[in-house]
């Protein structure tokens, strides 16, 4: 089974290169789209929509990828901003679409305007018996036409508008969905510390990613390399809590986590990495990580 979807085929060819270009980073790195949302601090939701050219990646979150996947940032921002300025193009696209849909059918139905024109006429003497009523037709109809032409301007300064948002809110994490700020960790934001789901003992057991524990609020605190594993401590102060990550690992590979009595275990599926439930810790050097890989090599993280 592919790893990736198909990307849509009506995407810009400038989207699909870009996110071919994060695809290839991800690859590269072994890390699954579970370890990128942990690393980074946007949602594997977000991620998941990032890499499928559903959504394009805010410039936070693709700074914060060549961070983790050790790509080279200028290089990186340079390709999102052409990837940015051809969604910008599909959005505008998408609006005068709209807008000339709207205008043709103003034109096929009779203007509210033109209907109520006729009963002021006929309340209004006449002044001749035989030319009022064509005068009164044409002026109707000059009213009519100026005021569809107006209806028409309207909805370019309306277009023109949203292209001078999006150029204006290019640089901001809104800018994944042009014109229409994306808020929330569901769209990709990194979450506040009060939207953290746990804390302390209240974390034990508990999935890091699902609680808001890694991420952003996340620092890697210990590391060591077992055979071609890497194996690390992650621990947030925002939580009180630790787990263990194992990365460049192979299928039935475990990684533990411990901090004083508590433990947890976690092992490695079909992809090359594997993190652990949470465990509490009120202080980093409290938690130290052990991995054990399926050739028999085994090893442990410093004591803290």
Same mark, same amino acid.
């Given at each position: 089974m592919p790893r990736?979807?198909?990307?849509?085929e009506e995407l810009d060819p400038s989207l699909r290169e870009f996110a071919a270009r994060l695809r290839g980073l991800v690859d590269r790195s072994g890390l699954s789209p579970a370890a990128v949302a942990d690393r980074t601090g946007?949602?594997?939701?977000?991620?998941?929509?990032?890499?499928n050219g559903g959504l394009l990646a805010p410039r936070g979150a693709v700074v914060a990828l060549a961070e983790v996947t050790g790509a080279e940032?200028?290089?990186?921002?340079?390709?999102?901003?052409?990837?940015?300025?051809a969604w910008s193009r599909s959005e505008v696209r998408h609006h005068m679409t709209m807008e000339a849909i709207?205008?043709?059918?103003?034109?096929?139905?009779?203007?509210?305007?033109?209907?109520?024109?006729?009963?002021?006429?006929?309340?209004?003497?006449?002044r001749t018996a035989g030319g009022a009523g064509p005068d %009164?037709?044409?002026? *109707?109809?000059?009213? &009519?036409? $100026?005021?569809?032409?107006?209806?028409?301007? =309207? +909805?370019l300064l309306l277009v023109a508008g949203a292209v001078l948002l999006i150029d204006l809110g290019g640089d901001d994490d809104a800018g994944a969905v042009p014109a229409a700020p994306s808020a929330g960790a569901g769209t990709g934001a990194p979450r506040s510390p009060s939207a953290v789901g746990c804390g302390g003992a209240g974390c034990a057991g508990q999935d890091p990613e699902t609680t808001g524990c890694g991420g952003r609020f996340a620092d890697t605190v210990a590391r060591a390399t077992v055979g071609g594993a890497?194996?690390?401590?992650r621990w947030s102060a925002t939580c009180g809590a630790a787990w263990a990550r194992i990365? %460049?690992?192979?299928? *039935?590979?475990?990684? &533990?986590? $411990?901090?004083?009595?508590?433990?947890?275990? =976690? +092992?490695?599926?079909?992809?090359?990495?594997?993190?652990?439930?949470?465990?509490?810790a009120d202080q980093a050097s409290d938690a130290r990580a052990c991995a054990t890989l399926v050739s028999g090599a085994t090893g442990c993280t410093a004591p803290g």
């Open positions: 990736w979807k198909a990307l849509p946007y949602s594997r939701t977000s991620w998941e929509r990032y890499l940032p200028h290089q990186l921002t340079m390709a999102w901003e052409a990837a940015e300025r709207r205008a043709s059918r103003a034109r096929a139905t009779p203007g509210e305007a033109g209907v109520a024109a006729a009963p002021v006429a006929s309340r209004r003497p006449s %009164r037709s044409r002026r *109707g109809g000059r009213r &009519r036409a $100026a005021l569809f032409l107006a209806g028409v301007v =309207g +909805a890497l194996v690390e401590v990365t %460049r690992a192979s299928a *039935g590979d475990t990684v &533990r986590i $411990a901090a004083g009595s508590s433990e947890q275990e =976690g +092992a490695v599926g079909a992809e090359a990495d594997a993190y652990t439930p949470m465990v509490a």
